[in-house]
């Protein structure tokens, strides 16, 4: 686990200023005494969760211990064996991620975000293409699609590919989850959750994939991510849920603790965990 | 948009800006997937032209026309599938199949032709519902059902035809207008359907949302799915088109030569892949266009009829074909544009 310290090279600097989150909000998505077994294997214990629009928690904690099926039940590729999920005020079940999707809780995979073979426009738009409807065609809107992926990619400055027309194939792993989580933005998206967003990433590209959680947190989405990385949660986590064994041990908010006090808290957490 | 830099310091000159303009230019053509196969038909046809005298003759222009319109229209059904990440190699069974039904039907018990042809495409519609269902739900390649089916068509040909071959000499509208001499040019019927066909899917897969799903479907299924796309009704769709308008090609031929044999079509599954290959298409799904695979059918054919009018045997051309797209394939692998396979 790492122990590198908080700002790497200087290159990820961490906000000092930052709105509070706003806790007298309704939540966005919360997870009630959630249980889930594989078969006999148990691997979240009485789980109580709570995202608030706006505010990104960072799930960590080691292998197996259960942040990949929280994210799972989360994003309804898994259906809980005991307690409730309640999404903005609701209780809900998801049998299907597509469920999940409609609601607005948009999961971004780093080998999962975008199809190599597409333009970028093409990516942007897929599945949710805006089109003229003749009869039974559906006529995609060509102009008006390159022209909106164009200004919503604009602020990513990717350098990779020259225009919106060009494959994605040669866009970098940071490179496409921006555009997923851009295209998430646009698309009113209002609970993001990312596994690893940042695994095996240069520090550039880092930046970048964390500058676009904090654009998505301007909007208002909630976010939620795992990462391993702590120097990568820090500066953009307002709530760092520390996991062992399937149950929440530790949460941290942004303010009651200072960022290095922070740091040295979960690295003497994942030293123990480390042996 | 970086390229000038490596000029920085140097006065900006009038040239070089242009030379900007020109790469900008040039890199933008390369985006176009049918350039290399365009430019490879125009050295065929260079070629031939100035190896023989009378390449430009309509009997030529007959002949490779003839030949090109049925394995390009085979081809575009091939490439659509291609693209969404499957293969039909029942194709060429099929472009027997359904004309010796349709003759069988029409000729021999006397059903009224249109009712027969309607029946018999869709038979050969029939047989694409059935590849697509096993593929699809019992998750297997494709390349084995449809070599299944290929044997299965095979042998219903045998049975239908037993070793005869059908002969149509009455004129009918159908087969008149699959058929037809185009007036007093060289060209027949199908050419003018395989220009219909190939803009009518060209449009499909550019410009509709259905398109962009084919090309998302075989590109990776995992995203596509996860941003909604209905990917298996997609591969279904895309086997029966490619089974439809084998059979479609099939019953022009008939129509073009008033004869079927279970002869007709020999090949045509692997000429039809090979032109959509030859075309740009990748094989592993995600990439291609409809001109490209059309262009590649008549690279197909431009040499098969070049090769006879140069004195080559007529049997010796797909040896050459088979050189012709291996080294194809290893040009499209080397400058990575079969996409993000690789990666």
Redesign the interface.
């Known amino acids: 686990m790492s122990r590198s310290p908080v700002v790497a090279d200087g290159a990820i600097s961490v906000p000092e200023k930052r709105p509070a989150v706003d806790r007298t909000r309704e939540p966005l998505f919360e997870l009630r005494s959630i249980s889930h077994s594989y078969g006999r294997n148990k691997a979240i214990f009485d789980v109580n969760l709570v995202v608030w629009p706006g505010e990104v928690v960072a799930l960590v904690g080691d292998n197996g211990a259960g942040k990949s099926t929280l994210l799972k039940i989360f994003a309804g590729y898994l259906e809980p064996t005991s307690g409730s999920l309640r999404f903005m005020g609701e209780e809900v079940r998801f049998r299907t991620?597509?469920r999940a999707?409609a609601l607005g809780i948009e999961?971004v995979?780093q080998?999962?975000?975008?199809?190599?073979?597409?333009s970028l426009w093409?990516n942007f738009?897929?599945?949710?293409?805006i089109?003229h409807k003749v009869g039974p065609?559906?006529?995609?809107r060509?102009r008006r699609m390159r022209r909106e992926a164009e200004t919503a990619v604009a602020k990513l400055g990717l350098t990779r590919i020259?225009s919106v027309?060009?494959?994605v194939?040669a866009l970098s792993g940071g490179e496409r989850q921006s555009v997923a989580i851009t295209r998430a933005i646009y698309f009113g998206a209002k609970l993001l959750l990312l596994d690893e967003p940042t695994a095996s990433l240069s520090v550039r590209e880092t930046r970048n994939v964390l500058a676009s959680i904090e654009r998505a947190r301007d909007h208002d989405l909630g976010v939620l991510y795992i990462d391993h990385n702590m120097s990568h949660v820090l500066p953009v986590a307002d709530r760092v849920v520390l996991l062992e064994h399937g149950r929440i041990v530790r949460t941290i908010d942004r303010g009651e603790v200072g960022v290095e006090e922070l740091q040295e808290l979960i690295a003497r957490r994942a030293q123990k965990i480390d042996c | 948009m970086s390229y000038n830099t490596s000029h920085k310091g140097m006065p900006a000159s009038i040239s070089s800006r242009g030379r900007a303009r020109i790469r900008a230019f040039a890199e933008s053509l390369l985006d176009v997937r049918e350039l290399a196969p365009g430019l490879g038909l125009l050295f065929v046809v260079l070629f031939f032209t100035l190896q023989t005298e009378n390449f430009w003759s309509p009997e030529t222009m007959t002949a490779i026309s003839s030949v090109a319109s049925t394995i390009a229209i085979v081809a575009v059904g091939v490439t659509m599938l291609m693209i969404s990440g499957e293969f039909d190699l029942s194709v060429g069974q099929n472009f027997a199949f359904t004309p010796i039904v349709w003759a069988l039907l029409f000729v021999s018990d006397g059903i009224n032709q249109w009712l027969a042809l309607i029946a018999a495409l869709g038979l050969a519609g029939t047989v694409g519902v059935i590849n697509g269902l096993i593929t699809t739900v019992f998750g297997i390649p494709s390349f084995i059902t449809t070599l299944g089916m290929f044997f299965v068509l095979e042998g219903l040909n045998n049975l239908l035809i037993t070793g005869h071959q059908l002969i149509m000499f009455q004129p009918s509208i159908t087969m008149w207008l699959l058929g037809a001499q185009i007036g007093n040019t060289p060209f027949y019927m199908p050419l003018v359907w395989m220009v219909i066909i190939a803009f009518v899917f060209w449009f499909v897969l550019t410009h509709l949302r259905y398109g962009n799903w084919v090309f998302a479907t075989g590109g990776k299924v995992g995203p596509a799915k996860a941003m909604g796309v209905a990917t298996i009704r997609v591969k279904r769709i895309n086997f029966v088109m490619s089974a439809l308008l084998a059979g479609l090609a099939g019953c022009m031929q008939f129509s073009y030569l008033h004869t079927v044999t279970q002869g007709q079509g020999q090949n045509y599954e692997l000429l039809a892949i090979t032109a959509a290959v030859l075309g740009g298409t990748s094989l592993f799904g995600g990439v291609g266009t409809v001109w490209g695979s059309v262009i590649g059918a008549y690279l197909l054919a431009t040499i098969q009829i070049g090769l006879v009018l140069i004195g080559v045997p007529g049997s010796f051309y797909v040896t050459f074909i088979g050189v012709l797209l291996v080294i194809v394939v290893i040009a499209n692998v080397r400058l990575g544009r079969f996409g993000g396979n690789q990666a």
Request: glycine share 4%; charged share 35%.
């Open positions: 991620p597509a999707r999961a995979y080998d999962l975000a975008i199809v190599d073979q597409l093409r738009f897929l599945g949710k293409e089109v065609l559906r006529i995609l060509r020259r027309e060009q494959p194939l």
